[in-house]
Nanobody, 125 residues
Framework: VQLQASGGGLVRPGGSLRLSCAASGRTVSSNTMAWFRQAPGKEREFVAAIFRSGGRTYYEDSVKGRFTMSRDSAKNTVYLQMNNLKPEDTAVYYC???????????????????WGQGTLVTVSS
């Protein structure tokens, strides 16, 4: 299983970026997919997820209304559209896949089986 994250970069506060995570070896629509992030000196934290059953999305409170996670089954890819970016969004963003994850654990790192390599997002003027 491979998860290839891309789309990071340098953006000014208030700007937008779209991250992509292309999966191989597993189907994104049959598994729970998530984005986590890790800022310098901090622990990795949950950002957003799409649950495998029904496709409902879940977000960390600080990104609600600004970030949108989606999936494209034909491309076997998930996306994270990030708008109105803030300096505190600066981090390495990781995509993750959970095969038999239960809903109550959707925000937990240990619930995910596979991880991508991460893509750096820097929000700075």
């Amino acid at each position: 299983v491979q998860l290839q994250a891309s789309g990071g970069g340098l953006v000014r506060p208030g700007g937008s970026l779209r991250l992509s995570c292309a999966a191989s070896g597993r189907t994104v629509s049959s598994n729970t997919m998530a984005w986590f992030r890790q800022a310098p000196g901090k622990e990795r934290e949950f950002v957003a997820a799409i649950f495998r059953s029904g496709g409902r999305t879940y977000y960390e409170d600080s990104v609600k209304g600004r970030f949108t996670m989606s999936r494209d089954s034909a491309k076997n890819t998930v996306y994270l559209q990030m708008n109105n970016l803030k300096p505190e969004d600066t981090a390495v963003y990781y995509c993750a896949l959970g095969e038999r994850l239960i809903l109550s654990s959707i925000r937990m790192l240990r619930a995910y089986d596979y991880w991508g390599q991460g893509t750096l997002v820097t929000v700075s003027s």
